[in-house]
Nanobody
Framework: QVQLVESGGGSVQAGGSLRLSCKAS????????MGWFRQAPGKEREGVAF???????TYADSVKARFTISKDNAKNTLYLQMNSLKPEDTAMYYC????????????WGQGTQVTVSS
């Protein structure tokens, strides 16, 4: 079955960096569209960064020029490099997958916590 397992979260000071990883299994990773979402306490879940099967990327305005999404098809792994972290980046971060012709993300990981202190 489809599994998405995130790792790499933690606590950092503002201005620091973290790299999140999402190990995928149970589907043809290279053919899927992938994304990173986050949800802070009391807030709605928001899309952070997306990458399609060809490697094209899109970002939320709030993370542009600071975050980079990438994937390694040989390792079935999705990454999110987060630089210049801000306290407002504090949230649970989730990896998600969808077939590229589907409207929504149907597969989700369990999340990894990122906490940025000022």
């Amino acid at each position: 079955q489809v599994q998405l397992v995130e790792s790499g979260g933690g606590s950092v000071q503002a201005g620091g960096s973290l790299r999140l990883s999402c190990k995928a299994s149970g589907f043809t990773f290279s053919r899927y569209c992938m994304g990173w979402f986050r949800q802070a306490p009391g807030k709605e879940r928001e899309g952070v960064a997306f990458i399609d099967s060809k490697g094209n990327t899109t970002y939320a305005d709030s993370v542009k020029a600071r975050f980079t999404i990438s994937k390694d098809n040989a390792k079935n792994t999705l990454y999110l490099q987060m630089n210049s972290l801000k306290p407002e980046d504090t949230a649970m971060y989730y990896c998600a997958a969808r077939t590229c012709y589907a409207d929504g993300f149907g597969y989700w990981g369990q999340g990894t916590q990122v906490t940025v202190s000022s």
